[in-house]
Nanobody, 124 residues
Framework: QVQLVESGGGLVQAGGSLRLSCAAS????????MGWFRQAPRKEREFVAA????????YYADSVKGRFTISRDNAQNMMNLQMNSLKPEDTAVYYC?????????????????WGQGTQVTVSS
């Protein structure tokens, strides 16, 4: 069992930056792939970024590539999402998610554990 708690959301102006964090409980954190997803009002939850268990392989949605950076610290059971050059269309609730296996995937249905989400609002 893995429990996930996101933090770091807030209100920022377009062009600004935010850093989201995901604190994970459980002794299997370093064995599993992790990801970030987001859901805007009236839209489906969509993939943002994923990272494998060791952190040496990452994958991004085209919409955030070059602006967002996913990372993890297995010693601290933490995962982060550095978001730069934010746009109003990045406004959403951001969710941290974990798989049961080491390999990253972009498919929402491949993730087994989810956090409660943190709101990110980007004003124009």
């Amino acid at each position: 069992q893995v429990q996930l708690v996101e933090s770091g959301g807030g209100l920022v102006q377009a062009g600004g930056s935010l850093r989201l964090s995901c604190a994970a409980s459980g002794r299997t954190f370093s064995s599993v792939a992790m990801g970030w997803f987001r859901q805007a009002p009236r839209k489906e939850r969509e993939f943002v970024a994923a990272i494998n268990r060791s952190g040496d392989s990452t994958y991004y949605a085209d919409s955030v590539k070059g602006r967002f950076t996913i990372s993890r610290d297995n010693a601290q059971n933490m995962m982060n999402l550095q978001m730069n050059s934010l746009k109003p269309e990045d406004t959403a609730v951001y969710y941290c998610a974990a798989r049961k296996v080491p390999y990253l995937k972009a498919d929402r249905d491949a993730y087994d554990y989810w956090g409660q989400g943190t709101q990110v609002t980007v004003s124009s």
